[in-house]
């Protein structure tokens, strides 16, 4: 582990924060914990915890502690762009419900 945090990405406090406004939801933020391999730790229901990477796009590659980690975590690791990412890979659909049942 570094001495000193990595700066975190652009989209981190916006997800962090639109994840922590769902009721139920609790998120840890442990970016300041350089060398973990995550940013976020979401704590869902009776699910495991996920641990969430958060990244600006797609693309980005991932450090050596984050491939460490997502290999070692196996399903309760993932890259996140977005709420959308997180939310379905907790099973939480982010459409819409419909105006008639």
Known sequence: ???YARKVDTNHATLRDQLRA???MKVLDTSAMSGLGCDLLVFWQ???PLMVEVKT???KALTDSE???KKLA???WMRAVGIEDVLRALGISADPAPEAW
């Open 1 to 3: 582990m570094t001495r």
């Open 22 to 24: 769902i009721p139920g």
């Open 46 to 48: 009776d699910a495991p």
């Open 57 to 59: 796009g797609p693309k």
């Open 67 to 69: 491939q460490r980690l």
């Open 74 to 76: 196996g399903r309760y």
